[in-house]
C-alpha cells in the first residue's frame, strides 16, 4: 500500500503540471487585464505596474518564472492585494475555510447518513417520504437564498446569532453558515445513501446475514452499513474538497474570511497570481483526497486491494 | 483598554430599538458609576471592499480612502462637511504666479511613534510615489508638481521632482502650472507624508499592524484581512483633545444587503452603502438612519465618435440624448434620490455653474419630433433603421437602464443590441472602441470641473469615444494656465457648452451616496465627495 501511494503521489506531479499549465495560457487569453478597470492608467503607469509584475516580459519567459517561483514554494504578490503574497493569503483564509467545511461536512455526515438509512429501511413509508421531499427541497434551494434567511431571521429579527462576522471562528458565529453550508450537503448525502442502501440489502449476503437470524439492526449495521458508504466516500473527496476551498456565496454573506472569494475574484479581477496560487492548491486538495478517498475504500470493502 | 459598554451595540431595529436602548443605558449608568467615567467608544464601520493595501500610494479606490484617511493626515484635510481645513500644514503662502507652495509644518506635528513630522517626510513620500519602481496606480494625480510625469515616466531621476524641504517645518512645493485645485488634491491620499523612518526600515513591511507609524487621528493596531481592521486612537495626533472615539473598526463587506443585515443587527453604526433596492424599506422603517445626498460623480453613456459608427454623426447623438427620459429612469427606474443629468459636469462642484443641454426644457413630444427629424436628417428611416451596440458591465442597475434606454430610442427606428460584459472585458472593448453606445461612470478625483472635462479632450486615456474637439481642447489648455477663478470659470463652462452642443456623450444622471448611519452618532455630515473622516464623529447620549 505504501509504493502504491508513492506512485499515486508521483503520478500528481505530471498532472498538477497540466493542470497550472492550461490555466497559465487560459488566464492570460481571457480579455482584459489585471490593470483594467473603470479608469485607464496613462500609459506610462501601466508600464511601470506591468514591470513591477513583469508582465513585461514575453509569456514563455512569465510562464518559466511561474514555475520557477513554484517549486521553491513563492505564489508570487497578489496584483489585488498588494500588501500580501498569494501564500499569504491562501495560508491566512484557508484556516477559516477549513473549519467552517470540516464542521459542515460532520454535519452532513452525522445527520445526512442517518437519515438516508432509516428512509432505505422504512421504504416507502410516511418516515421516507418526509425525508426525501425534505431532501429534494433541500438540494433545489440554492445556498444563497437559505443563507440571507437564516441571518434575517436569526441575526436581525430574533437577535440571537450575529447575522455576520467572523470572530476568530466562535461557535456563535459559526453556527449560521455552518448550517447554510450544510444543507444540501445532508440533502445529497440523504439520497445516495438511502439509493445504495436499498440496492445493498438486496444483495446475497444479506439475505444470508438475515437467514442466519441475525437481529436486522446488526444486519444493518455490521453487514450493510460499510459497503453501503462506498459511494458516499467516494462523492465525499471531491466534495469534502470544494466544501474546504470555501464557498464564496457563504464567505461574502456572512463576512467570513475563507479562501472562496479568491477564486471568483480572483478572476474577476485577473488576479492572475491569485487565480494561479487557487488553482494550484485547489488541484493539489484534489488529488490528495481522491487518494484517501481510494485507500478508504480498500478498509470499506474487503474486495478492493492495492497489491503492488 | 476597559470596554464597559460599546455604545454601538443598540440596534436600530425599530421595535426591539427602545429595549435594549433602555439595556444599554443601564448598563451604561452602571459601568460609569463602577469605574467612574472611563469607557471605550468603539466605532464599527462597513467598508466596501477589502482594501488593497494600507499603503496610501498603492490604492486607487474609495474604500481605503476609509482607512487610510483615518491613519493619516495631508498637509490640507476634510472638515466634517468635506471642506478644506489645514491639516500637518498650519498655513501656508502662494506665490504671484500660482506655482510655488509655501507650506509651514505644525510645530507638534508627531508620527505615532512620537518622531516629528518634517518636511522631509513629505519630500521622501512624493518622491516615492514618483518612481517607477514604486509602480503606484493612482500617482498622475500629482503630475501638476514639477517634472512629476518625467520621473515617473522614467525620463527624468526623482531628484528633479518639485519639492524641497526648506527646514523641518518648511516645504515648498513647485508646480508645472498655476493648479487652483492643488490645495484641495493635498488631501487625497496620494498626497499622504510617509514616515521615512519607518519605510526604510521596514520596506514592504512596512504596512503591517506593529510596524506602521502614522500621523493622523487613529494609529493601526490589528488587520485580518477579509475580517477586520482596527485601529487605535492615537495619543501623538495633534487635536487628539479632541477626537471622541477610542476606536474604529472596519468591516470589509462586498455584500450590500449583508451590510444592512448587520446594520440592522446592531453589529455595523455606518455602512458606506446600502443596496438601492432597499431604499424605499429603509425610507419607512430607518429613515432617521438612511442618508441620500449628492455625489460627485456623472453616469453616461459613451456614444463613440471613431469613424464607422453612426454615434459619430452629431445629429445621431442628439437624437439619441433628446429621446432619453431622465426622469423616468432616475424616478421609477432607480429611484433612490439620482438626479436626471443634462449637463457633463455634476452640480455642486466647487467654482462651478454647471452648463445643460439646450433641449433641457423642452417638451418630450417636442424633443422626439425633433429627434425624428434629425435621424431622418441623417438618413436613417424604416427602410434603414439604426442599429446600435450597447454595451454595459454587468450590474442589475446597469442592466436596468440599458434596457429603457433602449425602449426609448425605439419610437426612432432604432435597433439596440445589448451586450454585457464583466468590468475588465467591458473597459478593455471601450478602449478598442468596440461599441457604438457605452456605459460609464466617472467619480471626481477632486473636487474640480476640470477632472470631468478632461474625459473629453482629445487623446486623453479615459476619452473611451475619442471624441475631439479642437476648440474644447483649446479651452481646457487656456483654463489650465489661467490664474483668475472666474475667467477660468467661464473657458471651463465654454468647453462644457461646446460639447454638450455637439452632443459629445450622454449624461444621464448625478450620482448620489448612500451611508448607513446609526442615529445616535454626531458629527457625521453629508457631503460631495463622500468623505468621511472618523474623527469628528461621536457617540450622543
New interface residues.
Partial sequence: MLSYTLKRLLQAIPTLLIVITLSFFLMRVAPGGPFDGERRLPPEIEQNLRAAYHLDEPLPMQYLRYLGDLVQGDLGPSFKYKDFDVSELISQGFPASLELGMWAILAALLIGVPLGVIAAIRRNSTADYVVMSTALAGIAVPNFVIAPLLALVFGVLLGWLPAGGWNGGAWQNLLLPVVALSIQQIAYIARMMRASMIEVLGSHYIRTARAKGLSEWKVILRHALRPAMLPVVSYLGPAIAGIITGSVVIEQIFGIPGIGRYFVQGALNRDYTLVMGTVVFYGALILLLNLIVDLLYSMLDPQIRYDD | MARLYSPSHT?V?PG?FALKRLAGSLLLAGGIVASQGIMADTLKLAIMG?P????PQ?I?GTWENDVVGDLFEGLVTEAADGERIPGAAESWQISDDGKTYTFTLREDGKWSDGEPVTAEDFVYALKRIMT??????Y??ILYPIKNA?AI???EAEPDTLGVRAVDDHTLEITLERPTPYFLDQLSHYTAYPLPKHVVEKYG?DW??PGKMVSNGAFELSEW????RIVALKNPEFHDANEVALDEVIY?????R??AL??F??G?IDIAREFPTQQYGWLKDNLPDATHVAPYLGIYYYVLNSRDGHATADPRVREALNLSIRRNIITDKILGTGEVPAYSFVPTGVNHYDIQEMAFKDMSMDERMQKARSLMEDAGYGPDNPLELTLRYNTSEDHKKVAIAAAAMWKPLGVKVNLLNA????????M?QGKFDVGR??WIGDYNDAQNFLNLLESGV??N?GAYSNKALDDDMQKAANTLDMKDREALMQDAERKALDDYAVLPIYYYVSRNLVNPRLSGWKNNIEDTHRSRWVSFSE
Fill in positions: 440596534p431595529l426591539r477589502e488593497a493595501s494600507l499603503d498603492q486607487s517607477p519602481e514604486n509602480a503606484s496606480d500617482a498622475y510625469k515617473n515616466s522614467g514592504k504596512t503591517d485580518q484581512p477579509q475580517t468591516y470589509p463587506i462586498e455584500e444587503n449583508s443585515k448587520r440592522r443587527a453589529e464583466e468590468v475588465a472585458v467591458h473597459y478593455e472593448d478602449r460609464a461612470g486615456p479615459n473611451y
